[in-house]
């Protein structure tokens, strides 16, 4: 990296148990100089140099010495104002009951209220953190995802072939569940026909061929399916172009196991085939895998 290159620097913060060690250990893998916990008022100094030869990470959050989301925006602004530095936020969010479902599984206090209980430390933080969680330029939610999971989706969103180009997900979900944080494009297909109708589909999951001949033969598919690919043609080079670097969609049905899976699948292998990097994930199908795993633990049948 020659003198005049910026420095590309990302900060990665979120709230407690929200998976910000696991991503700086992804970055770290990645080839990013990590440094966690540095002083706000110590960052300056640290860019002032020449820059390095890898990208940077910093890791930020309420435990850090002279924290406050004001002086980490006013950092943030002040570095793309003044430097030639290349400043990205990176937030990992979490709804509450998984961080309590965390902190309760690793019997860990919460940082913000080490004498009380940890809903009340990750209800003050959430409220503390979320001018962070509104300026973020990548957000991830965690909730439904494992450390591995965590790994590939930021994999996706930041290893672009050359730090170029736009980075697809598509997510498959439930509606009954919710929809999962931070995407772009939400399409629903519930109104196509349901395997879960069919006893003997209902086990089955999109990714199995009998369910997905059963979603093709609807008669709404091929029109469906035609208009989501012309319109994912049209619009995915207009993002690149504005400079967007990653998009993701996402696709619901009721119960995020048959429909939804299939469309996932299918228009993410499609726009793999159109030479974009996809990466596609169903959330209520690892919810289940890991529950499985879970309680084959616990049976002792593991």
């Known amino acids: 990296m020659g003198e005049n290159s910026a420095q590309k620097v990302i900060i990665v913060t979120g709230p407690s148990g929200a998976g910000r060690s696991t991503a ?76 309590l479902q965390r902190f309760s599984e690793t019997r860990r206090r919460h940082p913000l209220a080490p004498a009380g ?16 969680r509104m300026r973020a330029d990548i957000l991830v939610d965690t909730s439904a995802l494992s450390p591995h999971d965590l790994r590939e989706e930021l994999r996706t969103r930041l290893m672009r072939e050359g730090g170029t180009g736009l980075a697809v997900t598509v997510q498959s979900f439930s509606f009954k569940r919710g929809m999962p944080r931070g995407l772009d494009m939400v399409f629903d297909v519930r109104f196509l026909r349901n395997p879960h109708w069919e006893p003997a589909l209902r086990p089955l999951t999109g990714l199995e061929p009998p369910v997905a001949a059963h979603i093709q033969a609807d008669p709404m598919m091929e029109t469906f399916w ?36 299939h469309v996932a699948e299918k228009l993410g292998k499609a726009l793999a085939e159109q030479g974009w990097q996809v990466s596609t994930r169903h959330r209520e199908l690892s919810r289940r895998a890991r529950s499985g795993a879970s309680h084959s633990k616990r049976d002792g049948s593991a």
């Open 226 to 261: 035609a208009h989501l690919l012309g319109m994912m043609q049209d619009l995915l080079p207009a993002f690149e172009k504005e400079g967007k670097s990653h998009l993701s969609i996402g696709i619901g049905c009721t119960g995020g196991q048959h429909r939804s899976v």
């Open 117 to 132: 209980s940890p809903s009340e430390g990750i209800a003050e933080e959430m409220a503390l953190m979320e001018p962070l």
């Open 24 to 99: 700086i250990a992804a970055l770290e893998d990645m080839g990013h100089e990590v440094i966690d916990n540095m002083p706000l008022s110590l960052i300056p100094r640290l860019l002032a140099g020449n820059p390095m030869e890898r990208p940077l990470a910093l890791g930020i959050d309420a435990r850090n010495r002279d924290f406050s989301p004001a002086q980490v925006l006013a950092l943030i602004e002040d570095l793309s104002a003044n430097s030639p530095a290349s400043v990205e936020l990176l937030y990992l969010e979490c709804q509450p009951q998984v961080l």
